[in-house]
């Protein structure tokens, strides 16, 4: 077997997922949500679920989300503005969520995160029992950053990031990534015809790191710098990761049958 299919195995066997969607993928780019894409995202993820696996949603989309719908022309850039529109567009996130899921006969419960909270050992214990607990009901945690009171000094600063830490801490078995880009590639295929797809990373060096920061491969939101790292953080802890195109939620499915589809992390 190859080290890809036995790798792939990995995810395929792992009881509580984390998946990390981005607003690229959540939203047109005028910042309205892709309800389309969200009703399959939420349709697959009750299935994934049904099958007997625990999943955990990291969602971004909160700012993208509220400044389209407080009708304002582009994503505000100043703190406060950023934190206004975060706290209308996760409102609009999580009724959407709760509704979608609740079609499928599911409940969800929101986490809010901040860094700091993370490094407090008494208040990490907390969102680790939190998380737990809400798997124990059989809900789905969804968790974001707390865009609302956010600061330089105490934030995640991208979901990509938050997403990890969270796999770490909620033990997943595995951490998948959508993005709007179908994977990992040995250079920018947007602007780079010889880039090719990685479908399997083992280690993480400095020509990967390089593949990631080239010039224009500001992939989606956070990129593909913040995605490696986040990769980076979930496979050194044991828990191998995949980043893949999120366009089609469907393709979840291909992963969970055991096929190959955009690139898996794993040590
Ligand atoms: N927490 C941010 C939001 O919900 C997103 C950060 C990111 O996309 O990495 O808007």
Do not use: W
């Not at 910042?31 to 955990?56: A, C, P, Y």
């Amino acid at each position: 077997m190859s080290a890809l299919n036995e790798k792939i195995k990995k995810v395929q066997a792992a009881k509580r997922v984390v998946v990390k969607v981005g607003t690229s993928t959540l939203t047109y780019p005028n910042g309205s949500l892709n309800i389309r894409r969200i009703e399959t995202l939420v349709k697959v993820l009750s299935d994934i679920k049904n099958s007997g696996k625990e999943v955990v949603l990291v969602t971004s989309g909160a700012i993208g989300v509220g400044a389209a719908h407080l009708g304002l022309k582009e994503r505000p850039r100043d703190i406060g503005g950023k934190q206004a529109a975060a706290a209308v567009g996760q409102c609009e996130l999580m009724y959407i969520y709760d509704k979608q899921f609740a079609e499928y006969g599911h409940v969800t419960g929101q986490v809010l995160l901040t860094r700091d909270v993370i490094e407090d050992e008494k208040r990490k214990t907390n969102v680790i029992n939190t998380i737990n607990q809400l798997l124990v009901y059989g809900a789905v945690p969804i968790v974001n950053e707390n865009d609302t009171v956010s600061v330089e000094e105490i934030e995640f600063g991208d979901n990509d990031t938050l997403s990890a830490v969270v796999a770490v801490l909620s033990g997943a078995g595995a951490l998948i990534i959508l993005t709007d880009i179908d994977g990992m590639y040995s250079s920018d295929p947007r602007t780079n015809d010889d880039a090719v797809l990685i479908p399997l990373v083992e280690e993480f060096d400095d020509t990967l790191r390089k593949a990631a920061s080239g010039a224009g491969s500001a992939y989606g939101t956070g990129g593909m710098v913040t995605k490696l790292h986040a990769a980076e953080i979930a496979a050194e802890a044991g828990i191998p990761a995949v980043i893949m195109n999120g366009r089609n939620p469907l393709r979840l499915y291909d992963l969970f049958d055991g096929k190959p589809v955009g690139t898996l992390f794993c040590k």
